[in-house]
């Protein structure tokens, strides 16, 4: 569940506020740096945000958590000068639960928890901002879910990350 958010081919399929996402930098194996540029939310100025993403497993268990985080971070390779830069810290939690026979997928449940704190620097009255995010979090959060439940259909069990 957590590679569906944490990866940037797989988050492109599903979060349509995006306009582009770029790969600056692989950190390590699961840690890179992106540059993402948002669709225009009219009439504001189009804003984008460069960040490094981080998934990491959570304890040794057979069927760990896992977690992602996304921070704000400066690279010379995505210069703040052709659209207005966002500041972002974001945190992605899945929690896996186990109810009977590990063998079969209908005993498998996540409980996902996400949190984010998004800066969308600049100015914007915040009359803008609160319309803004009353209307594009609940789609995003809409989508998400809906891409959440269709992968876990189609793809192998993995806790791998």
Request: net charge positive.
């Amino acid at each position: 569940m957590v590679e569906v958010f944490h990866s940037q081919d797989l988050k492109l399929k599903w979060d349509n506020s995006i306009e582009s996402s770029v790969w600056l930098e692989e950190k390590n194996k699961h840690s890179a740096v992106y540059h993402q540029v948002q669709k225009r939310i009219w009439p504001a100025a189009q804003r984008d945000f460069v960040y490094e993403s981080h998934k990491e497993k959570l304890g040794e268990k057979e069927h760990p958590d896992w977690i992602v985080c996304n921070v704000s971070y400066d690279h010379p390779d995505a210069p703040s000068d052709k659209y207005c830069r966002a500041i972002v810290e974001i945190i992605f939690y899945c929690q896996t639960i186990v109810t009977g026979d590990p063998l079969f997928r209908e005993n498998f449940k996540c409980k996902i928890f996400y949190s984010s704190k998004i800066d969308p620097g600049g100015w914007l009255p915040v009359s803008a901002v609160k319309a803004a995010a009353t209307r594009e979090y609940p789609k995003f959060i809409k989508n998400l879910a809906l891409s959440l439940r269709n992968m876990s259909r189609i793809r192998r069990l993995s806790f791998d990350g």
